[in-house]
């Protein structure tokens, strides 16, 4: 009989992955707003020493960041954050009080200074264009290879995700990201390796994410504001 | 023929009356001949002449005006059963007949299945609407084999089954042939593993006596499914005039509510955790437990996550944290789960890869409470139970029974200062409540107007359709990709009755029919979102509906596809490195695509589809929910995404 009981843990832990995505994708594309507290947080962990990257590198480890950032910080089940894509000020917020599935890391777990060093060590990693693949992906194929590869099933035909699968269009993280995610996933997805995925396949894919259209404001949506 | 002096007549002592008898008279052949006996092809028997002048078998010889299926007409009504729910079988044709006809098929009134499978799945939707089971019927053998699926579903979801099975246990009282075929010497050996009682009265004092118990232990939390064996003779024999049985009185018993003790140290932990959450799965078994969950997060100011194993929490609830469940459940210091199911699988994650791997997602130091009338009763071959959770309190009791205790025992803990920090998480959680929703909403936006279409436009169209109306969604919890539960409004009870429990596919079709059924004398919309692969295992039940004038509105998602199982494959594939692009060998529904419009019209529903445009989907929706009001099945075949 069909083994319905351990897909439904399987979806449970994707969903709650899939959850965690795509808060956090939330807070990186800038859509955090600043409260009153967040000011204050922000405001007294500037007051902190410039970080030191190295106490920053152990802070990352530790506390165990690349469980969902990646361990090079480009991101996995959570976004990139290497180098981080705010201020300082942001960084704190978006760790102290932040808005998705991210667990909150309060001072008593992560204090002012270590923030600061971690902040520093993130912003060694790079910029995204340095970090970026060379290759030119071809949209067309990588639609129909997003079909027959199977991507479709957990992502959806044009990527908007559901039950099973992350929202991935527009993706949310660089081509370098997503390929060293499908190689290695950290989460339920299956891996795609590159006997069976080359690296030009990816970037097709990643070129297929990327043309897709973004979605109407939901505001224009009158269905979704019932 | 000599008459028998005696008055009380059984048929055994009938036939060997007759058979001693069969030597003083020539018997006619055509009376002689046996329903079974093969005859040749070709030659009509016919009456001999020598039969105008014998004197006829006496009538009283071979009728009777009450039987032991009478009888137990009489005990199935004392038990209120609204309907009974069956695919014929001859093994029980006694209580067929007396049901339809001494009975006057009227409470019970008898539905039509053409499966099983489908009975069963029915009985399970109508009790979850209900509160209380409806009987239902199979055959000894091959057609309990046919509802194991069914029974299995229902005993995993804790939900009552009241079966009743046919059987011929004298082996000397068998037609020969097909009879011994669908005999059995111990009819519910093949379900007891995962039903909580049986039994196989040898009277008919016994059988009231048995029938109510029956009822009693099925509708004793933890429900479960029971059942009872109706041996052919027994509802064959003649009951004598002078004959008068005994109907004992149903006495329900109470749910089992938690241990004092235990229900105040559960308070104390609520009331002085920090970051409370509350977990619902099963909670909501009466009306009684949304209402009682709902007081209890509100004088907590408590966050609650609903599993959705029944209506447990309204979905618009300032309180209503399912959509932050990840979240919350990592940043908990006190868990309460409410008969979860599944409690490990809740406070740890699982990874599937190649070498599996688990931790837990709570924190470090979490305490965890568990109430649950799971651990007053289960059984060991079947594993529906779940891994052992490492709780802190674990308390054997129905939850909902138990949350009025629980929650005077949290209002007598508290003092000023808990009240106050409670307001200011309060706030907290109705703003997150609220920034949750809308995400969802933007999340619903992706792929707005693609083809296939989205779950997320699926089920909001349909919501736009319904929302006006006293409508009941009779689905699964995973249909539509789980955006109904995420996008809708509810707020009744009614509204939603979980899933299968042990998710064997083929439930969903019938027991939306079987919940339809139930709402249909409270004037509801019953709205289905079906899936294709489910409907496929046993079609028949839309016959069922129409036949019987059921009141459904099915939305199809149908993307052609046993799609768990596609993930699955695919998931292999890609662990082995080969074959990536061939996991839709075996597990899709295509080439030819299935018409399912034409399937429901053929069955009597009204029906369009299949819809692949998004913006038909409305106006189609529409039609179909106008064709429901005025009394049709309706189904909407959507051509949709995976999920």
Known sequence: MIDQKRSGVLIARVISRFFLLMAIGVVILGQTSVSAQNQKAAAKAGAAAPGNSDNGKMVFTSQNCGSCHGADAQGGVGPLIGPPPGTMAQFVVSVRQPTGQMPAYSDKQVSDQEIADLYAYLKTMGSPAQAAVTLTGNAAHGKQIFTSYGCYQCHGYVGQGGAAGVRIAPPPISLKAVMAYIRQPTGQMPPYTSKVVSDQDVADIYAYLQSIPAPPPVKDIPLLNQ | MAKSKKTTVDRRSFLKTAAGAAGLVAIPPVIQARPDDPKPRGVTPIMPKD?????????????????????????????????????????????????????????????????????????????????????????????????????????????????????????????????????????????????????????????AESAMRAYKIAMTPPMMPVVLVADSELQERPISDGEKFHIPKMTLTSPPQGDTGAVAEAARMLVAAENPVLIADRVGRTPAGMTHLVELAETLQAPVIDKAGRMNFPSRHPLNHSARAGRLIAGADVLLGLELTDFWGTVNSFTDQLHRSSKPITRAGAKLISITSGDLYDKSNYQDFQRYTEVDLAIAADAEATLPSLIEAVKMQLNNDRKSAFADRGQKLATAHHQAIEHVREEAAYGWDASPITTARLSAELWNAIKGEDWSLVSEPGAGGEWALRLWNFDKYYQFIGGSGGAGVGYGSPAAVGAALANRKHGRLSVNIQNDGDLMYAPGVLWTAAHHQIPLLSVMHNNHAYHQELMHIQRMANRHNRGIDRATIGTTITDPNIDFAKLAQSMGWYAEGPITDPKELGPSIQRAVAAVKRGQPALVDVSSQPR
Not at chain 2, 73 to 79: E, G, P, S
Not at chain 2, 115 to 136: F, R, V
Not at chain 2, 188 to 195: C, G, L, M, P, S
């Open chain 2, 51 to 207: 039969a105008e002048v014998r004197e006829p078998a006496s009538v009283e010889s071979l009728t009777t005006n009450r039987t032991g299926s009478d009888f137990m007409v009489d005990v199935i009504k004392a038990l209120g059963f609204e309907y009974v729910i069956a695919n014929p079988g001859s093994s029980f044709r006694g209580l067929h007949e007396s049901l339809i006809n001494y009975g006057d098929n009227k409470n019970p009134e008898f539905i039509t299945c053409c499966h099983e499978e489908s009975s069963i799945a029915m009985a399970h939707g109508y009790a979850k609407i209900e509160g209380k089971p409806a009987l239902t019927l199979a055959h000894g053998t091959v057609g309990l084999q046919h509802a194991t699926m069914g029974i299995y579903n229902a005993f995993c979801d804790r939900a009552p089954i009241y079966l009743i099975v046919g059987n011929s246990i004298d082996a000397t009282m068998r037609r020969p042939g097909v009879e011994w075929d669908h005999s059995v010497q111990d009819s519910a050996a093949i379900v007891r593993d995962f039903t909580k009682w049986d039994d196989l009265p040898i009277s008919l004092p016994h059988f």
